[in-house]
């Protein structure tokens, strides 16, 4: 056995707690179901635009919050504008080798398309007047310039987090590269599983919906897959994982990822609660799952 | 730009007094207290435990002795920033808060800090934390003021043994190789530097003498750059969002197939 520890061990947790975590989930909300809902525009199809219209809808409130949560952790809250402009010379402060200061001007720059977006849907459903906003939605040129554009902000957003992890000296985190693709397709995920949920709260259960289900069981089926990978690529750190929230770890596996999955298989499980039982399964999982990765690597 | 200027401590000479701490703290006005709550805890005669905002000198006090204590020795050694030349927590700041200095050590600017924090996780050493007080990120600035006033840093000026030496980088690795040397003709074969040469974050601006391995000392056998996972974790991320786009879009695309088929279908 290899006696010299990782040299990650010997670092300090940054205590990025409860409120990252949550700002893990609700970003990965945020730039999945913008996603998500762009690509059911591009598609074109008249009776889901009320579902990319729910998209838009909890994207919109998810940015906001994402914005309020990392401000909020902050040892200094009110100079969060130190991220954009340098406070000594008042010049833009953006270093491309830094995913904390690329991942600012992402979120600040998502969140104008995410608006845009929000604004088009408030026309859409008549409840607001002003028939410019139109524009900003595809099936025209500029809205689906702009659908394009804002999905890949929105992706960068859902794992820029999981790189920004990797680009640490922490155990687990700084481990492994595959963190960020971890991110990304488990914000895929719980997006598509909210998306689900909240269609049928809402009555807005469109043809697409039954897609998003079955989409979704593939990018489950790929997030175990890439979980596994992940797990694998720590090597010797993988030991970390001997502890309560290896435990936690397992039970994301077993309920957020192989139930679902069992549930879409077998429709008649459930009945009719089955599709929502997945989902709800599914977002748990997301939630459980960076709550594990966050916390864990600081208790070692 | 003045030359590179820094630390050599010889741990072998420190004989644990911490005057290093008390100048540290009375120089730089750290509270004794972290945010009011009393953090002194007994581990060995090591009562500050660790590097953290409020302390920018740390002596640990490492116990090697037999179960029955009769053989033993003790391992002193006085822990400061390292000022590394590649400087993780430099790299990191997406505020450039953490700025190089004329002497070529690493330092906080406390107003243009917003504590984030990533600097802490990026520090291979654990050297940066919060301060309560500030609500910043706060470690050694080896002085940076009393270097600006031709003085030499507070820590060294009150070390008893010249464990901790300030000086010139050249002169300071001349030196302790010379004491190297010194050793091993005593018969102490163990005894090696940590951080002086390059290959090393660039060097260790604040490097040692140690006569263990490194992990014994709480300090990393071989402490990395954050970035190394920068290039690989954004391509894996990209090939994540690649094939979430493809399944996504197979699985939009199929739907219009399937009902293709079903209006086919007599």
């Known amino acids: 056995m290899n006696a010299v520890p990782s040299s990650t061990y010997f670092s300090a947790p940054p205590d990025w707690g409860w409120?990252?975590?949550?700002?893990?989930?609700?970003?990965?909300?945020?730039?999945?179901?913008?996603?998500?809902?762009?690509?059911?525009?591009?598609?074109?199809?008249?009776?889901?635009?009320?579902?990319?219209?729910?998209?838009?809808?909890?994207?919109?409130?998810?940015?906001?919050?994402?914005?309020?949560?990392?401000?909020?952790?902050?040892?200094?809250?009110?100079?969060?504008?130190?991220?954009?402009?340098?406070?000594?010379?008042?010049?833009?402060?953006?270093?491309?080798?830094?995913?904390?200061?690329?991942?600012?001007?992402?979120?600040?720059?998502?969140?104008?398309?995410?608006?845009?977006?929000?604004?088009?849907?408030?026309?859409?459903?008549?409840?607001?007047?002003?028939?410019?906003?139109?524009?900003?939605?595809?099936?025209?040129?500029?809205?689906?310039?702009?659908?394009?554009?804002?999905?890949?902000?929105?992706?960068?957003?859902?794992?820029?987090?999981?790189?920004?992890?990797?680009?640490?000296?922490?155990?687990?985190?700084?481990?492994?590269?595959?963190?960020?693709?971890?991110?990304?397709?488990?914000?895929?995920?719980?997006?598509?599983?909210?998306?689900?949920?909240?269609?049928?709260?809402?009555?807005?259960?469109?043809?697409?919906?039954?897609?998003?289900?079955?989409?979704?069981?593939?990018?489950?089926?790929?997030?175990?897959?890439?979980?596994?990978?992940?797990?694998?690529?720590?090597?010797?750190?993988?030991?970390?994982?001997?502890?309560a929230w290896g435990l936690l770890l397992l039970v994301v596996i077993l309920l957020g990822m192989i139930l679902p999955l069992a549930l879409y298989w077998r429709k008649e499980w459930l009945g009719d609660r089955n599709l929502t039982t997945s989902a709800a399964l599914v977002l748990l999982g997301g939630f459980l799952l960076r709550l594990v990765i966050v916390f864990s690597a600081q208790g070692i | 730009m003045a030359e590179p200027m820094g630390f050599y401590t010889d741990t072998t000479v420190c004989i644990g007094c911490k005057a290093c701490e008390v100048a540290c703290k009375e120089w730089n006005q750290l509270p004794s207290t972290n945010g009011g709550l009393n953090t002194l805890r007994g581990n060995s005669y090591d009562n500050t435990r660790q590097l953290d905002g409020i302390h920018w000198r740390h002596v640990k006090f490492i116990e090697q002795f037999t179960e029955d204590r009769k053989d033993g020795r003790w391992l002193l050694m006085s822990d400061v920033c390292k000022h590394c030349v590649h400087a993780a927590c430099l790299e990191v700041c997406p505020t450039n808060a953490i700025v190089r200095t004329e002497f070529d050590t690493v330092v906080i600017q406390s107003d243009a800090c917003n504590g984030c924090r990533d600097c802490i996780s990026a520090c291979p050493f654990g050297v940066i934390e919060i301060n309560p007080a500030s609500g910043t990120a706060q470690k050694c600035t080896l002085c940076y003021d009393r270097l600006q006033g031709g003085l030499e840093p507070a820590c060294s000026k009150a070390c008893p043994t010249q464990s901790i030496q300030f000086g010139t980088i050249n002169d300071l690795k001349g030196r302790a190789q010379k004491r190297v040397e010194q050793l091993h003709q005593a018969g102490e074969k163990r005894a090696y530097l940590?951080?002086?040469?390059?290959?090393?974050?660039?060097?260790?601006?604040?490097?040692?003498?140690?006569?263990?391995?490194?992990?014994?000392?709480?300090?990393?056998?071989?402490?990395?750059?954050?970035?190394?996972?920068?290039?690989?974790?954004?391509?894996?991320?990209?090939?994540?969002?690649?094939?979430?786009?493809?399944?996504?879009?197979?699985?939009?695309?199929?739907?219009?197939?399937?009902?293709?088929?079903?209006?086919?279908?007599?």
């Open chain 1, 19 to 243: 409120l990252i975590t949550l700002y893990f989930f609700f970003g990965g909300l945020a730039g999945g179901c913008y996603f998500l809902a762009v690509l059911i525009d591009l598609f074109d199809r008249p009776e889901d635009r009320p579902l990319a219209r729910l998209g838009y809808y909890i994207s919109f409130p998810c940015i906001i919050i994402s914005g309020l949560l990392l401000t909020l952790d902050l040892g200094r809250p009110l100079r969060f504008w130190h991220m954009l402009i340098e406070s000594n010379t008042y010049r833009p402060m953006f270093k491309y080798w830094s995913p904390m200061s690329v991942g600012s001007w992402a979120l600040l720059i998502f969140g104008i398309f995410v608006f845009l977006a929000f604004l088009e849907a408030l026309v859409e459903d008549n409840r607001l007047a002003w028939a410019g906003a139109r524009k900003f939605r595809p099936p025209g040129v500029l809205g689906s310039v702009i659908a394009v554009i804002g999905g890949l902000f929105g992706f960068y957003v859902a794992g820029y987090t999981g790189v920004l992890l990797a680009v640490t000296n922490r155990p687990i985190w700084s481990d492994t590269p595959l963190l960020g693709m971890l991110f990304i397709v488990s914000a895929a995920s719980i997006s598509a599983a909210l998306m689900i949920l909240l269609a049928h709260g809402s009555r807005r259960t469109t043809p697409g919906v039954a897609v998003m289900h079955r989409l979704d069981s593939w990018v489950v089926a790929l997030e175990f897959i890439v979980l596994i990978a992940f797990l694998i690529s720590l090597g010797s750190v993988f030991r970390a994982w001997l502890s």
């Open chain 2, 194 to 266: 940590y951080g002086a040469d390059e290959k090393m974050l660039g060097g260790l601006n604040s490097f040692y003498l140690l006569v263990d391995k490194p992990e014994v000392y709480g300090l990393p056998p071989d402490p990395k750059m954050q970035t190394r996972n920068l290039q690989a974790g954004s391509w894996f991320s990209a090939l994540g969002a690649v094939l979430v786009g493809l399944m996504a879009i197979i699985n939009f695309r199929n739907r219009g197939a399937d009902e293709n088929a079903r209006e086919e279908r007599p």
